[in-house]
């Protein structure tokens, strides 16, 4: 499945190292919805945690 250019943005952050509220601030969302969107992605990708999402997309190149 792919991820939305929103997600992808999320996951990127992530993997640069930001936390959710920093992600939150930079998107003009809240934490709160960071979270249930890295669910998502999680979901998306058949990940069973975050930092398995982040090796995944940058294995398929979803991310750099």
């Known amino acids: 499945m792919a991820l939305t250019p929103r997600q992808r943005d999320i996951l990127q952050a992530v993997a640069d190292g930001d936390t959710h509220a920093e992600i939150a601030d930079a998107l003009f969302m809240t934490p709160t919805a960071v979270g249930s969107t890295l669910t998502y ?18 294995r398929k190149r979803i991310i750099t």
């Open 41 to 58: 992605i999680r979901t998306k990708l058949r990940a069973t945690n975050t930092p398995n999402a982040v090796a995944t997309a940058l």
